[in-house]
């Protein structure tokens, strides 16, 4: 070693430490892409070790098929609640933001339901959605409003809208925290300058509030949207795509052809459009910001 110069032994240490997370990283996330790439050519059943190569057949099956592509329509509502969230999310994050009495003890209310586990929310929810002794049946005929009351997850019409509302009273609280580190970050004086304008509240919130938390709403709402064309627990949890495949996702139905109908390759397929359609998104949402950014 003493033979080496101090810049070869320098390069050395540095390989030797950079090679083993460079070799798991390598393992554990390039190589299973690169593999699921290849297996969304082919027609693997998962299990035996040859397969055939179909070229694009899988993916013409996905956009072709309203069975698979179709599914994306239930999960417009999730896309619909998700936008009403981040607005309530900002309106509550101005309020909590102000001097308000008691307002750290209603953070840390909203943020509550952030920290419970996705399959117990879901499991709770399933109570208070409960067709004959469900809660939220039982507030509607208390409140005398006995002709509102129905099999929420069960109607094909509504079911999607009731998933989604689970998803807007979990992630409500987190959306609020984050815009909440972004209102502090405003220097106050701004508010100040624009008091000393005359600006009223909404004049203040519209032309100086927003416009500065523009970057967090970027990545809250990129966040909102690949949340809705990823969403899996909740429908899987309550409904198993019930009734009659009305709940059900592009993601629960990559599992269901994965594992049930013992088509992988397909599945794989399916996993690399939710990937493109992710990326999708998030260019358009960029491009969109950039232009009024301009």
Known sequence: MNKWSYKTQRKLILIAFLAVPLALLGMFTYYPAARLLYQSFTDWNGVSASSTWLGFDNYREIFTNPALFGVFLNQIPYVIIGIIQNIVAILFAVILNSKL??????????FLPFMMNAVAVAFMFQYVFDTSNGSFNGLLGFLGLESLQQSWLGNTSLVNYS?????FWRFMGYNMVIYLGALQSIPADMYEAAKI????RFQTLWYLTLPNMTKIIQLNMFLTLSG?????DLPFVLTKGGPAGASETFLLKTIQTAFQFNNFGLASAMSI????LTAIILLIQNAVIKRKGD
Do not use: E, P
Not at 163 to 167: E, F, P, R, T
Not at 197 to 200: A, P
Not at 273 to 276: R, Y
């Open 101 to 110: 009495k008691g307002r750290n003890g209603f953070r840390v209310l909203l």
């Open 228 to 232: 809705a064309l990823a969403v899996f």
């Open 163 to 167: 998933l989604a509302s689970i998803g």
């Open 197 to 200: 304008d005359g600006s009223n």
């Open 273 to 276: 459009v939710l990937v493109m």
